[in-house]
């Protein structure tokens, strides 16, 4: 990864009268951490990092500080945002695009070809002495890791994130500017699990969920973590009338993950930021990727990866089949 041009772009970015800041990532404070940081000058964009620890979907700040309220008085600041994006965070981008969540004209994309970030649990159990700082990078199969001043190579199968397994697009589908040449795309098994899911029975399917929703905490940190889930009214926080009782238990829990799901039908980007995010280790990503899978097989359509579609639902084809209409 060039991060010097990475740097060298991004302060030329922020430099500019019309960009409020850029988001990008930054090291964090203690072992595998890295933040995401709001860069607002040039000296600023000197922090910013690339590397496999960079999971986190940036685009998520689009809807969660961009569409907080403005204070009395003043007036909203209409400057541009820059992003780095790589290319599930496109997607998220692009999806909110589609759904006029933001405007074009309102974000700068710095385009971040990825060759996949690890899950950060199973880098843990490997190494699950505590450490000070680790930094990781690329390398050719895998990954090299620098922890404790020294240096050890992690075959890629061995720590990447399952999301990366099974990404099908690691090239940003939209950008401004790109940053590195385009990786090439590796063979993925897009639906694997979800397969595994398919071939059980009504019965075991319904077990398989029963235990994973309810270990459910509801701390809803899949939904704050999703770039996608961004109404200012969420039937979560709906007190009248109330969808979901506040109550934690496994009917509830159901309730509110079909509810998420649906809502996510023809709109995630599987990005893979909900399961991620869940303390749980409730697999999310099945569950979402099960209803990507009915949308792209029964209506061909795709979400986050053409910014002039319409949205999934209120797009009409006379060839759906509708054999549900009698
Ligand atoms: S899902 Fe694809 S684009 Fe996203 S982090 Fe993994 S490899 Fe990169
Ligand atoms: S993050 Fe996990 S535990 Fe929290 S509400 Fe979501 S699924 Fe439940
Ligand atoms: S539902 Fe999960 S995977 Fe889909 S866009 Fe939201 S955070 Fe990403």
Do not use: M
């Given at each position: 990864m060039d991060l010097e041009k990475l740097r060298k772009t991004a302060a030329e970015i922020v430099s500019r009268d019309d960009v409020k800041?850029?988001?990008?990532?930054?090291?964090?404070?203690?072992?595998?951490?890295?933040?995401?940081?709001?860069?607002?000058?040039?000296?600023?964009?000197?922090?910013?990092?690339?590397?496999?620890?960079?999971?986190?979907?940036?685009?998520?700040?689009?809807?969660?500080?961009?569409?907080?309220?403005?204070?009395?008085?003043?007036?909203?600041?209409?400057?541009?945002?820059?992003?780095?994006?790589?290319?599930?965070?496109?997607?998220?981008?692009?999806?909110?695009?589609?759904?006029?969540?933001?405007?074009?004209?309102?974000?700068?994309?710095?385009?971040?070809?990825?060759?996949?970030?690890?899950?950060?649990?199973?880098?843990?159990?490997?190494y699950p002495e505590g450490l000070e700082k680790g930094e990781l990078s690329w390398q050719e199969g895998g990954f090299q890791l620098i922890r404790n001043g020294e240096t050890a190579t992690i075959p890629r199968e061995e720590i990447l994130a399952e999301k990366c397994r099974l990404c099908r697009y690691p090239n940003p589908v939209l950008s401004d500017v790109t940053i590195g040449d385009p990786v090439e795309p590796w063979e993925t098994e897009a639906d694997r699990g979800?397969?595994?899911?398919?071939?059980?029975?009504?019965?075991?399917?319904?077990?398989?969920?029963?235990?994973?929703?309810?270990?459910?905490?509801?701390?809803?940190?899949?939904?704050?973590?999703?770039?996608?889930?961004?109404?200012?009214?969420?039937?979560?926080?709906?007190?009248?009338?109330?969808?979901?009782?506040?109550?934690?238990?496994?009917?509830?829990?159901?309730?509110?993950?079909?509810?998420?799901?649906?809502?996510?039908?023809?709109?995630?980007?599987?990005?893979?930021e909900c399961e991620r995010a869940c303390p749980m280790n409730i697999p999310l990503g099945k569950l979402n990727r099960k209803l990507a899978k009915e949308v792209r097989e029964k209506y061909g359509y795709e979400a986050g990866v053409d910014p002039e579609a319409k949205p999934f639902l209120a797009s009409y084809n006379p060839n759906d089949p509708e054999e549900f209409i009698l």
């Open positions: 800041y850029l988001i990008g990532w930054r090291p964090g404070s203690f072992g595998y951490r890295v933040s995401p940081c709001f860069v607002q000058d040039a000296a600023g964009a000197e922090e910013l990092i690339f590397s496999p620890l960079c999971a986190s979907n940036l685009a998520t700040y689009l809807t969660l500080v961009e569409k907080l309220p403005v204070p009395r008085g003043e007036e909203p600041d209409r400057r541009k945002v820059a992003l780095l994006v790589k290319g599930c965070d496109s997607r998220a981008v692009v999806q909110l695009l589609v759904e006029k969540g933001i405007e074009r004209e309102q974000v700068i994309l710095v385009g971040l070809p990825c060759r996949g970030v690890v899950d950060l649990n199973l880098l843990q159990q490997k979800v397969e595994e899911l398919e071939q059980k029975s009504v019965e075991e399917r319904w077990d398989y969920w029963e235990e994973q929703f309810s270990k459910c905490i509801r701390c809803y940190s899949c939904r704050n973590a999703c770039p996608l889930c961004y109404c200012d009214d969420c039937i979560l926080d709906r007190l009248n009338p109330i969808w979901i009782n506040r109550a934690v238990n496994f009917s509830e829990n159901t309730a509110f993950h079909l509810a998420r799901a649906f809502h996510l039908g023809g709109r995630c980007a599987e990005c893979g």
